[in-house]
Structures are given as structure tokens and as C-alpha cells.
């Protein structure tokens, strides 16, 4: 009973809805939870093939870092990397699920040019799940910020 009061619930909740053949991914904000205008509560997957992008950081094609001791700029490329990274599959931001940041040194500031930087890639009302964490370091020196994705692209 419990699950299928979850159910209703989150059955008039707005979703992206996917045409025949595509993955059907939802990304939900029920109630009870806080309403965030920046990222997505949940995101449900009905099918469609899985696809797990290893941390970006920003490095371009030749490995050079871009933007050292610039977030935003370090931001902005690891973006860049996730969209290579996407097209290679034939997918796009459309078809993110969740993301997971981590940043050195976090500070308040850091959140908001982020979400900024995230609005450039992702439509208002289509923000996927996010998971932002603050760290010492990454494995590399003058590395700033590392992202992770998870998408879900037709089968």
C-alpha cells in the first residue's frame, strides 16, 4: 500500500516524457520534499540504456588544464567534457539524470555560479538530479571541480 501511495503521488508531478521508442526519464520534485528551482529530487528511468560518465575535470582533448585558479572557467570545460562525452553516445544534456560535483574548497559563492553555469546546459524546469560536495583536493593539483554524470539514452 505504501508504494503504490508513492505512485499516485508522483503520477501528477511534471515530467520530461519521452517518445515511442526513446528512454522514459522523469524527473520528479514531490511533495514533502524541498521544491529546488536549481536541480531535480528524483529521476526515474522506465528503459532505455544506462550510461555512467567517469568524472570530468578540465582537461581539454590534449590534457591541458583550462582555467587554473578559475573555477567558472575550469566549470565551463568540464561541461564541454561531459557534452563530448555525451555526443559520443548519441545523447545530450536532454538525457541527464544526475550529476554529481565535487569542489575544492566550496564556498557559498561557489554554489550559485555553478547553478549558473548549469542553467547554460539545462532548460529552466529540466534540471537533473544533483549531488554537490565539497572536498580538500582532487587527484590532480590545480584541478578545481570534477563532475560525474549519469544518462539514460534510447536502446
Not at 7 to 15: D, M, N, R, T
Not at 16 to 39: D, H, I, K, M, Y
Amino acid at each position: 500500500m505504501r508504494s503504490s501511495t508513492v505512485v499516485f503521488g508522483l503520477q501528477w508531478l511534471p515530467c520530461v516524457c519521452a517518445f515511442a521508442g526513446e528512454p522514459v526519464l522523469q524527473l520528479l520534485n514531490p511533495p514533502g520534499l524541498f521544491q529546488p528551482s536549481t536541480f531535480s529530487q528524483l529521476a526515474t528511468i522506465a528503459h532505455g540504456k544506462l550510461v555512467l560518465i567517469s568524472g570530468q575535470t578540465a582537461r581539454d582533448a590534449r590534457s591541458n588544464l583550462v582555467g587554473k585558479g578559475d573555477l567558472r572557467a575550469q566549470t565551463v570545460q568540464v561541461f564541454e567534457n561531459i557534452k563530448v562525452a555525451l555526443q559520443s553516445v548519441g545523447a545530450d544534456f536532454d538525457d541527464v539524470a544526475k550529476l554529481t560535483t565535487f569542489v575544492v574548497n566550496l564556498k557559498p559563492a561557489d554554489r550559485t555560479m555553478i547553478a549558473e553555469v548549469i542553467a547554460r546546459y539545462f532548460p529552466p524546469g529540466r534540471r537533473p538530479a544533483h549531488t554537490l560536495v565539497g572536498i580538500d583536493a582532487l587527484a590532480v593539483e590545480d584541478l578545481l571541480i570534477e563532475i560525474e554524470a549519469t544518462a539514460v539514452v534510447a536502446d
